[in-house]
């Protein structure tokens, strides 16, 4: 099997007194499909807008709360809407790309941001928040304090002086490197019963722990199409775009890289362009039900193809066939192979002159990983 560089998420909560309702049987499904969309916007107010979130998949969890998430090529949008009135609230939205860090996006009066390894709890420090925004609670403490003086209770007070309906992120996808997110959502409901605070936990999936993430819900960003079980080997690849420096091309020499799926998912597109030299070149993997491997299909743009099959061998992608040049014809091996920091290495060979030849060897990053 081809190791996978992961990224999770936990979504944390602490919400002000007010009285719950019987909880409902409801849990998050173990695999999230994402709709991509063309430029979405969303305020991060936590108003929730008309529209503004009706191309989101929801999921209504128990005690009438919604999750929300969607995304488009920029930004990954979720949020969390709660039963009026919402009162105070803490959030906290945690990812990690490795399972070994654990990073801390929080959300109070202010916004703030910490990392740790797991299974510690991570230390936020107010005042940062790189490529992220979120509604933070904007509190008339003054106002509030005389509300309640007057005898009146305080969630009345924010409901009316406050309004907002939940918490809404976006959250850059320069931070989501990995090539699997999966989602893990929590937070603390807090009630005054007698005089006394206590706190009511909710935990999604119900499995699911903040210090081990093997249970949280896999994300799986899609445009809508269905992508064929046999095409699963390179879903990691798909919705990302990847650059690699070629300097035998010159200074400043970038390949660009995206792959997309296309006809009802029955096939992936792979796009490649070639900064410097104008080159460019899309290749099409589906699958081929006599041979029952992935198939390939690729042309350049100035009249070589290549085409053959896909397959897992040896922990690595292996794509094997012919490449079709004006003057001959060889055989080639090309292997893609993901490390854990989430990079994937493609090397090429070609068989000539009785032996093979190495050809390119790059390494992709994900765009949002430069600099």
Excluded at 190 to 210: C, F, H, R, S, T
Excluded at 212 to 231: A, I, T, V, Y
Excluded at 250 to 279: L, P, S, W
Aim: hydrophobic residues 35%.
């Amino acid at each position: 099997m081809v190791f996978l560089k992961s990224i999770f998420l936990v979504l944390v909560l602490a919400i002000a007194p007010r009285v719950l309702s019987q909880p409902e049987t409801a849990d998050l499904p173990t695999e999230i499909q994402i709709p991509i969309h063309q430029t979405l916007s969303v305020s991060t107010d936590g108003i929730f807008s008309p529209g503004e979130w009706v191309a989101a998949k929801e999921f209504k969890l128990k005690d009438n709360y919604s999750l929300y998430v969607m995304a488009d090529s920029d930004y990954l949008y979720t949020a969390l809407k709660f039963p009026a009135p919402m009162g105070e609230c803490v959030a906290e939205l945690r990812i990690t790309p490795d399972k070994k860090r654990n990073y801390v996006l929080h959300v109070s009066g202010d916004l703030g941001e910490g990392v740790a390894d797991f299974p510690d709890n991570p230390e936020f420090v107010v005042g940062i928040h790189d490529n992220w925004d979120s509604n933070p609670a904007r509190i008339d403490s003054s106002g509030r304090q005389l509300w309640m003086d007057a005898g009146q209770p305080v969630e009345r007070y924010d409901e009316m002086y406050i309004p907002r309906e939940g918490i809404e992120f976006r959250i850059s996808r320069d931070r989501l490197t990995g090539t699997v997110p999966r989602i893990q959502v929590s937070w603390i409901r807090v009630e005054v019963i007698g005089g006394e605070i206590q706190k009511k936990v909710y935990n999604y999936p119900l499995k699911a722990g903040l210090s081990n993430p093997e249970h949280w819900s896999r994300l799986r960003f899609s445009n809508g199409q269905e992508l064929d079980e046999h095409l699963r080997p390179l879903e990691p690849l798909i919705y990302e775009t990847w650059e690699a420096k070629e300097p035998r091309f010159g200074d400043g020499a970038i390949i660009n890289r995206r792959f997309e799926i296309v006809e009802n998912g029955k096939a992936i597109k792979r796009t490649d362009t070639f900064r410097v030299i104008n080159a460019t070149s899309e290749y099409f993997y589906y699958w081929d039900f006599e041979k029952k491997e992935i198939a390939v299909f690729g042309i350049h743009n100035n009249g070589n193809f290549v085409h053959g099959h896909l397959k897992e061998e040896d922990g690595k992608i292996l794509i094997y066939g012919f490449e079709t040049f004006p003057d001959k014809k060889l055989k080639f091996r090309n292997t893609f192979e993901f490390t854990e920091d989430g990079r994937y290495l493609d090397n090429y060979y070609r068989f000539e002159d009785n032996e093979w030849k190495p050809g390119h060897s790059w390494v992709f990053y994900q765009k949002k990983e430069w600099g």
